[in-house]
């Protein structure tokens, strides 16, 4: 990963050289600044989130937090959490989450994401929609101008069922934005890459912007076949972006 040269805050002091990591450190550590004990927390995914779920064991091992019950939203981050030691439940038992901390792959101006290129989209959406208060935490690489803009890729939860014939609908939908869906594979051998609901992930990618972003959600979710998309709307409450400047934070 890059290493970003911060200017030193002093004369006297020298330089310090972060890394992207260390920018997604600060920014999950800021964002565990909202937890309180007895809270109800939605534990993201990804290399940003797993930084807020080690924060959050180490503040309960030294009794800093108390009573805290975590919902994990991915098989990697419930080991984590139980690795370290954050009591876990799920939205069956305890349907309001009070907080959820997450990472996001693309942050638009409005505070629209893309989320889902870890693949834990689904489960993301579901205990994320639940949770009173939503903390994204990005490092500033995560920043765009419109969702879809930036040449990654957005994904789309599929059942395996006919995969083919649903990312063909999904490549028609957008055939206007030059949009290419391919099943998303892993390894030498580009195995289909399985969610942990046992489903597939078609990715999508533009050549320009899709425009309307509800219209293109409500469009993606009617097709059968779609269990869901990566387009996390009007969700997020708070972003932490942390940057070579410093820490910014954006509320809703
Ligand atoms: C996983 C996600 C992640 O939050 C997103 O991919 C960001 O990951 P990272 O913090 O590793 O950049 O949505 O499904």
Redesign the pocket.
Known sequence: EAGLLLAPSSPSQPSVILTQDDL?KIAAYKAVEYVESGMVLGL???????HAVARIGELLQQGKLKDIIGIP??KMTHEQALSVGIPLSDLDSHPVVDLAI????EVDPYLNL????????LR?KMVEGACKKFVV???ES?LVNFIGGSGLAM?VEVIQFCWKYTASKLQKLFEDSGCVAKLRTFGEKEEPFVTDNGNYIIDLYFKESFGDLKAASDAILNLAGVVEH?MFLDMATTVIIAGELGLTVKNK
């Open positions: 997604k993201g995914t990804g290399s940003t989130a797993k939203t991915s997450d990472g996001a792959d893309v989320k889902g290129r870890g693949g834990s989209l993301e935490i990005v490092d995560k994904p990566g």
